[in-house]
């Protein structure tokens, strides 16, 4: 309670002590008068008096210290001092305060920005409860080259009944579906997820209004219901909560609305609006199709004190006993489990942990460009410093004064950086592609508040770091010697402003050429040939109502009106449909295959699937190498026959004319396979996206494989966006409860399949144009310095008979050389640090040799002109004031 007591004291002590120290000044000035009238009484002269009045008291500073130490705390009197100290350096000052301020802002503000992204991406926990045991099962598969595959119902269910450690397992279909939701006025397409009955409780969600799903309706039987989203609630149904219960039209079936769930859930899209139960055949688990056919993804909720370690080995056990079971579908079946967390992260981690090193190292030069300005602020007080220093001044005090400056400094540039970061983050997230990142939701949270807090006084100590140094080792004898001369740079100072150039060129030139590696990859990606002409082509995707489109002949059949009547439009050329849509990310169904004639291990694997109509090649301009495409005559009663690409022709009729021959969609053909005849070999598209090579390709006639969803591709003389309320109004008066997924130029798809490559490539070239601008500027300050220092130099020996341009070259060589070691380093650094972004380029090296030499000589360009303005200015030397000044 007396240390309480005590340190209440001293706070107190704090407050108010202009009053107390003249309280005490006269409590000292009426003792000292009392003691001399007493002497003075005694018979003793008034000055002597005095003069033993004041001896007998002893020193009055030293005793007012001990009483401020004793009603205040002292570090903390002297720490405001300091920053008070600060405030008038700053205010004498302004442009360098504010240069200084603004560099940090710049630094802490991309920092601010990524790292949100960073934090809503990697570091957030998902929302769901307990979501450190959630793991995602993936079934793995060297035989075809799959890993983190999807997997088959029936394996789903035997690891959901025979592994003990899952406490519970749920799958979703992972393709993401689109109905057509009618009834509600006009038709509205929205994104759906089919989910099995237990996915919301495995999750450990619940719903808002009304209830989740039951296990039971895993399975086909009950009344067929759905779950809406919050947003879909609001936007759809104005947030009525009697909403629940009602039935509405989903698909072209009738379906009940059991719940809504809390806002902001839409696992597993960030655009799904609405659930439905798988409602699978329970007799389908033990059909062959419901273990060869792999399309959902489990999620597994671990049973408490289980680790993961020992569920996977668990697992293992369940997939080798599989394994001896059916043999036909699981001989090289394995399966994998990895936290649910890493897996909906991704491939995004490796780009944002790039970007976010990107801005780590723009902070780092924006530092040392601080740094470096307080240096100079630092030299041009050193002869107030060595003043300081010889009258007594503590060296621990300078530093400490130092710290506060560069405190103010950094809180500040932290203050104003978090305000121009926040607003970045918000353009982050709206510049960010669509479907790059796994989450919509980045702003700017507590956790982001707490990173940009340690960042900031972080850099604080890092820029501060040089002038303090610079401080503790100046020695007052030599600074009132240089101060005399009034250059203030001694050859510490010159040696410190090298260093923080070598240390800037480096980290500018790292920058420069991982962005460097990034453009010349955008450019390789560019000039990739799709494989078809995508311009003047309107895509329209939409998913015709299975329950009323039920047969291969009724879907054909609105699929060859709506062709017909489109064809019909003005400014129309062509018109067809096809079940993928090349660049969307996907290659739609793959299977094994073998040809006629071949051996039992003649078969392939892998091979995609596709449907389309006879105009499909015409209108996307895809090449037919050899033999024919579709024509009408390709029938669903006709003779089944399919198209192969480049790719496939290569890879297994490498030698041969793959056209006449014979090929089933089976590794082991019986009975029961279809043996189609190979008509013609067309170009390569890219399926999945520019980047991906295109996958071998069978591609059949839509009459022998209809879908209910297709693609409706339109090929226009014109702008195909032109064309869009026409083919609307056509499918409306052919369909009216029919709505379009989406409609979108082809152009459009391709210049969304290079989106992520050009935002990455803007914001690192966009770090990397910050940090070569702030390096010139820090070598632009070193060397200006460094040549007024050398001014009295360079006029002598322009007075002893030196040539200008000899004098021009002094500096010049000086800053080349200090470019050089920057280049060099810099260069080592990207050789090893590059190989981290292997994964992020195309046709690109880590090592390119033209981004090794382009960068490092736009730089070494950048610093020569930086270099040159002071060199200009040392070379124009006046002799005769450099004398007089002698």
Not at 79 to 105: E, K, M, N, Q, S
Not at 556 to 577: E, H, M
């Amino acid at each position: 309670m007396d240390r309480l007591r005590l340190a209440l004291a001293r706070i107190r002590g704090l407050f108010g002590r202009s009053g107390r120290d003249q309280n005490l000044n006269d409590e000292i000035a009426h003792h000292l008068e009392l003691e001399t009238r007493q002497r003075i009484a005694a018979g003793v002269a008034p000055d002597e008096a005095q003069r033993q009045a004041r001896l007998a008291f002893g020193p009055i500073e030293a005793m007012k210290e001990m009483h401020r130490d004793g009603r205040g705390i002292i570090w903390l009197e002297e720490f405001v001092g300091d920053l008070r100290y600060a405030f008038r350096a700053l205010r004498r000052a302004p442009i360098l305060g504010g240069a200084a301020i603004i560099t940090l802002a710049i630094g802490i503000g991309a920092n601010t920005a990524i790292y949100s992204a960073v934090d809503a991406v990697i570091l957030r926990p998902l929302p769901f409860n307990d979501p450190d045991r959630l793991v995602m099962l993936t079934e793995e598969n060297v035989d075809r080259g799959w890993h983190l595959n999807v997997a088959a119902p029936a394996n789903y269910l035997d690891w959901k009944d025979q592994v003990a450690a899952f406490k519970d397992v749920a799958a979703y279909i992972p393709y993401f579906d689109t109905v057509t939701l009618t009834g509600q006025g006009e038709p509205r397409a929205i994104d759906g997820a089919t989910v099995t009955g237990n996915f919301f409780s495995v999750l450990g969600v619940r719903a808002a209004r009304g209830r989740t799903f039951t296990d039971q309706e895993t399975w086909s039987g009950g009344t067929i219901v759905a779950i809406i989203s919050d947003r879909l609630w609001r936007t759809q149904f104005g947030a009525d909560p009697a909403v629940v219960g009602r039935t509405v039209q989903l698909a072209g079936t009738g379906a009940e609305i059991v719940g809504i769930m809390p806002p902001g859930f839409t696992y597993p899209s960030a655009s799904t609006d609405v659930w439905v139960p798988t409602g699978w055949n329970r007799d389908n688990r033990s059909q062959v199709f419901f273990r060869r056919a792999h399309f959902i993804r489990p999620i597994a909720r671990l049973k408490p004190g289980v680790t993961a370690h020992e569920a996977n080995a668990q697992l293992q056990v369940v997939v080798q006993r599989l394994q001896q079971q059916y043999p036909a579908t699981n001989t090289h079946m394995g399966a994998a489990l990895l936290p649910l967390h890493d897996f909906i992260v991704g491939t995004t981690r490796q780009p944002l942990i790039v970007l976010l090193a990107a801005v780590g190292l723009l902070l780092l030069i924006a530092c040392a460009n601080v740094g470096n300005l307080m240096l100079i602020q630092a030299a041009g007080r050193g002869r107030e410093t060595a003043l300081r220093l010889a009258l007594g001044a503590r060296r621990g005090r300078l530093v400490r004064q130092g710290l506060a400056e560069n405190l103010l400094l950094s809180v500040t540039g932290g203050a104003v950086g978090l305000a121009l970061g926040w607003w970045g983050t918000h353009a982050l997230a709206a510049l960010i592609p669509s479907g790059m990142l796994p989450v919509d939701d980045i702003s700017v949270r507590w956790p982001v508040v707490g990173y940009v807090i340690a960042i900031t006084l972080g850099s604080g100590v890092i820029f501060g770091m040089a002038p303090i140094l610079w401080t503790l080792r100046r020695v007052p004898g030599d600074a009132l010697k240089e101060g005399g001369r009034g250059a203030g740079t001694s050859q510490r100072m010159r040696r410190w402003g090298r260093f923080i150039v070598v240390a800037e060129v480096a980290l500018a030139l790292l920058l420069s050429i991982g962005a460097g590696l990034l453009v010349r990859s955008f450019q390789r990606l560019e000039r990739v040939n799709p494989g078809f002409d995508p311009d003047g082509v309107l895509a329209i995707s939409t998913n015709i109502p299975g329950t009323r489109y039920d047969t291969a002949t009724k879907i054909s059949a609105f699929y060859r009106t709506v062709l017909q009547q489109v064809s019909a439009i003005p400014d129309v050329r062509s018109a067809a449909v096809t079940t993928s849509l090349p660049l969307t990310g996907g290659v739609g169904w793959t299977s094994d295959f073998t040809a006629a004639g071949r051996g039992p291990d003649g078969y392939g694997t892998e091979v995609a699937h596709r449907s389309v109509s006879p105009d499909y090649f015409r209108t996307m301009h895809v090449p037919i190498i050899r033999g024919r495409g579709f024509t009408p005559a390709d029938r669903f009663d006709g003779a089944q026959v399919v198209v192969i690409n480049e790719a496939l022709a290569r890879s297994y009729f490498r030698g041969e004319n793959p056209v006449g021959q014979r090929i089933a969609f089976d590794r082991i053909p019986d009975s029961n396979s279809v043996w189609r005849t190979v008509v013609g070999v067309v170009g390569d598209e890219r399926q999945a996206a520019l980047a991906t090579a295109s996958q071998i390709e069978l591609i059949t006639p839509e009459q022998q494989a209809p879908s209910t969803f297709m693609n409706l591709m339109v090929r226009t003389g014109h702008d195909p966006m032109a064309v869009a309320g026409s083919i609307r109004r056509v499918v409306a008066g052919i369909d009216p409860s029919i709505a379009f997924t989406s409609v979108q130029t082809m152009d459009d798809v391709r210049d969304q399949s290079l989106a992520q490559a050009r935002f990455l490539m803007t914001l690192l070239f966009a770090f990397a144009g910050a940090g070569l601008l702030l390096g010139a500027v820090g070598v632009y300050g070193v060397m200006a310095h460094a040549a007024r220092g050398r001014t009295r130099e360079m006029g002598i020996r322009v007075a002893l008979g030196a040539q200008r341009p000899a004098v021009r070259w002094l500096v010049l060589r000086e800053g080349l050389l200090l470019t050089a070691a920057g280049v060099a380093l810099g260069v080592a650094a990207a050789l090893v640090a590059c190989r981290a972004m292997t994964a992020l380029l195309y046709q690109v090296a880590a090592s390119d040799p033209v981004t090794f030499l382009v960068v490092p000589s736009v730089l070494a360009c950048t610093a020569l002109m930086a270099t040159w303005l002071p060199a200009a200015r040392a070379a124009r030397a006046d002799p005769m004031e450099s004398l007089r000044a002698e």
